[in-house]
């Protein structure tokens, strides 16, 4: 079955270090894959993507993730963490324009 | 431009009542989704239509869960009766493609509570 993975459903970090969010997805067929944000009270928004092309993709708020399709990963880093970064991290996919499939979510959490 | 609007924000009612939910997507976005979220999950999509059709209902409990979208454009999610675990965020997203490829627009959602 199709499907995706975060590990770790929550992350904490102190400002201005590195954030990494870890997501697997499990397909036999090529994924379009998404992070999206949720801040507290609102809707998600979306971060970057990954359809075809580079495998390093960057996105929104400094924020970038890379396909690695020998890992079926697309994880998700920034250098140096803000804390306006605090938020639910969600990993999405879609195969061969599917419905989008969501993980379960990764709260991160930024210290001062 | 504006963005995904929903109504009401917060819901409560007992468990057996009826409770709707409405949605007014971006203006021109023909695709229109609603999804549930459960507290510690993820968003799992409920319906989705193209303009004033239905492409996949699939996980839409259809015994107490209904959606409409009758002119293409605003749509309504209606619950009757609740049941304590639909207790959630519904939110509502649209997109200008039926393609995800095209990214997910959502609004604030609305956070139900049955009790």
């Known amino acids: 079955a199709q499907s995706v993975t975060q590990l770790g459903s929550h992350v904490s970090v102190s400002e201005g270090a590195l954030v990494l969010l870890r997501c697997n997805y499990s397909?036999?067929?090529?994924?379009?894959l998404f992070w999206y944000v949720q801040y507290p009270n609102q809707g998600l928004q979306l971060l970057l993507k990954?359809?075809?092309?580079?495998?390093l993709v960057k996105g929104i708020n400094g924020f970038e993730a890379e396909f690695k399709k020998s890992e079926t990963s697309f994880h998700l880093t920034k250098p140096s963490a803000h804390m306006s970064d605090a938020a639910e991290y969600f990993c999405?996919?879609?195969?061969?324009?599917?419905?989008?499939?969501f993980g379960q979510g990764t709260e991160l959490s930024v210290k001062p | 431009e504006a963005g995904v609007a929903q109504s009401p924000r917060y819901k409560i009612i007992e468990k057996r009542q009826s409770v709707a939910f409405w949605c007014n997507p971006i203006?021109?976005?023909?695709?229109l989704y609603w999804y549930q979220q459960i507290l510690g999950q993820g968003p799992k999509l409920l319906i989705q239509?193209?303009?004033?059709?239905?492409?996949?209902d699939s996980q839409l409990p259809k015994d107490r869960f209904s959606a409409e979208r009758l002119k293409g454009v605003d749509s309504t999610l209606k619950i009757q009766p609740a049941k304590l675990e639909d207790s959630a965020v519904y939110l509502c997203?649209?997109?200008?493609?039926?393609?995800?490829?095209?990214?997910?627009?959502f609004g604030n959602g609305t956070r139900l509570t049955v009790t």
């Open positions: 997203a649209s997109s200008s493609q039926d393609s995800y490829n095209s990214p997910l627009h």
């Open positions: 999405a996919v879609t195969f061969q324009g599917g419905k989008l499939i």
């Open positions: 397909s036999s067929v090529p994924p379009y």
């Open positions: 239509f193209q303009n004033n059709g239905v492409v996949d």
């Open positions: 203006s021109g976005h023909a695709t």
């Open positions: 990954y359809t075809t092309g580079a495998t």
